[in-house]
């Protein structure tokens, strides 16, 4: 499977642009999108819409915070959870992984390193995303530089595992496939290209052969 994280790259007219694009790609492709922006882009296109984030609360005085029964409110299908740019407790982890269930929210859970991704593992998430913070964003992508992460953590890890950190390239997402990982998670390497629809296409084509 493919993630697209477009983060707070853009606003929500320029964010449903770049969604009919990755639309256009695969409807497969699930996106992750500002919570703003969740019910216009669940609307419009047909591709699974993923929270950036939840909040491990019940309805009630939680001022700005974000329930797990309000972005399934307005269309989306699922979550992250505990992304290195928004990391959170294992408790909090625990407990949102939790509610989703009960909800049938899907949960795909960070991990920093494999020691963390068997921990989560016993939340039984979803899918566990292991990406490295020190590439998030970076030049250079967990498949090139760390190679022996995603395959020890594919052996040794329970469950679903996605790789993503600095994934740009069709080389980035065949070595990531040749290593054993379900699927990959890609940000700026698709936000900002210049042909989102083919660059996307390459990857479906890869991980469908």
């Known amino acids: 499977m493919i993630i697209v994280n477009l983060k707070t790259y853009k606003t929500l007219k320029e964010d449903l642009k770049l969604a ?21 882009i669940a609307k419009k296109i047909k591709n699974p819409i993923l929270a950036q984030h ?23 299908v699922g979550t992250l959870l505990n992304h290195s740019e928004h990391m959170l ?8 992984v ?13 991990a920093k390193n494999i020691k963390e991704g068997k921990k ?29 992460l995603i395959k020890n953590a594919v052996k040794g890890i329970k469950g679903h595992v996605l790789v ?10 065949k070595k990531a496939k040749e290593l054993g990982a379900k699927g990959i998670l890609a940000s700026s390497g698709v936000v900002k290209s210049k042909n989102t629809t083919k660059l996307l296409k390459s990857w479906i084509m890869e991980y469908e052969n």
């Open 98 to 110: 939790a509610m989703c269930k009960k909800l049938r929210l899907k949960t795909i859970v960070f």
């Open 164 to 173: 993503g950190a600095g994934i740009k390239t069709l080389e980035d997402v």
């Open 120 to 148: 989560i593992s016993r939340l039984k998430p979803s899918y566990i995303a292991i990406e490295p913070p020190e590439l998030v964003a970076g030049k250079k992508s967990v498949s090139k530089a760390k190679p022996a």
């Open 20 to 40: 009919k694009k990755i639309e256009k790609a695969s409807k497969n492709i699930m996106i992750a999108v500002q919570p703003t922006d969740i019910y216009l």
């Open 89 to 96: 407790k294992f408790a909090d982890i625990k407990k949102s």
């Open 54 to 76: 939840i909040d491990p609360i019940k309805p009630g005085r939680n001022t700005g915070e974000i329930s797990a029964k309000s972005i399934k409110s307005v269309g989306a």
